[in-house]
């Protein structure tokens, strides 16, 4: 197993690098969070991820240990192959993307091209208790939900000192056994008699 590439950046494009090191070019796939990342470096050390099929090897490259872990989690999903993966890693951020599926947003999910409905909500029920497990208390970038009600709400218990997991955790529940609430001041007297 690579574990990581360092090295001199040879060829350096949004969806690919090569790195050079030992006298060996290594070609290895990146998202475009990744690319911004290491856009205006020279040497660039990469977690990696190796890919064996009976037709290719495939390098992927990572500029966090988050976003590794997130690409590894995310392949693990039936019907979502390295590619799409990447595809998905860069159009969120690590943070967006764990948010988005803690969220069980699914609104969100679908703007990624390649996901469908069946496959959102797959990623969602795989993932999403492994990745609030593996989060713990660290903070999230939220994603609007498509509703402005919840965002408003989520944002004040935030600001309240709430944890936003637990918030999100709440929020879902009242969404799916109240879904008359409609103003932020309803929403939030409710989840404080769950949240205190």
Not at 106 to 122: F, M, Q, Y
Not at 159 to 185: A, D, Y
Request: net charge positive.
């Amino acid at each position: 197993m690579i574990s990581y590439i360092k090295g001199a950046i040879a060829v350096k494009s949004p969806t690919y690098v090569i790195v050079e090191t030992g006298g060996i070019g290594y070609h290895i796939n990146i998202s475009l969070t990744t690319y911004a990342k290491i856009e205006k470096l020279e040497q660039v050390k990469l977690l990696t991820h190796f890919i064996v099929k009976e037709d290719s090897q495939t390098l992927y490259g990572f500029e966090s240990g988050v976003e590794r872990s997130l690409f590894v989690q995310l392949i693990s999903v039936s019907g979502v192959g390295p590619n799409t993966a990447m595809v998905m890693l860069s159009t969120l951020s690590s943070d967006e993307l764990k948010s988005a599926i803690i969220g069980e947003n699914i609104v969100a999910l679908k703007k990624i091209k390649g996901i469908g409905d069946r496959t959102a909500k797959r990623i969602i029920l795989d993932l999403k208790d492994k990745i609030v497990k593996s989060s713990g208390d660290e903070p999230l970038t939220l994603l609007p939900a498509n509703n402005t009600v919840r965002e408003e709400a989520l944002q004040a218990l935030v600001t309240l000192g709430f944890n936003k997991i637990k918030i999100q955790k709440v929020l879902n529940k009242l969404q799916k056994q109240s879904p008359e609430i409609n103003t932020v001041e309803k929403l939030i007297k409710k989840a404080l008699r769950f949240l205190s």
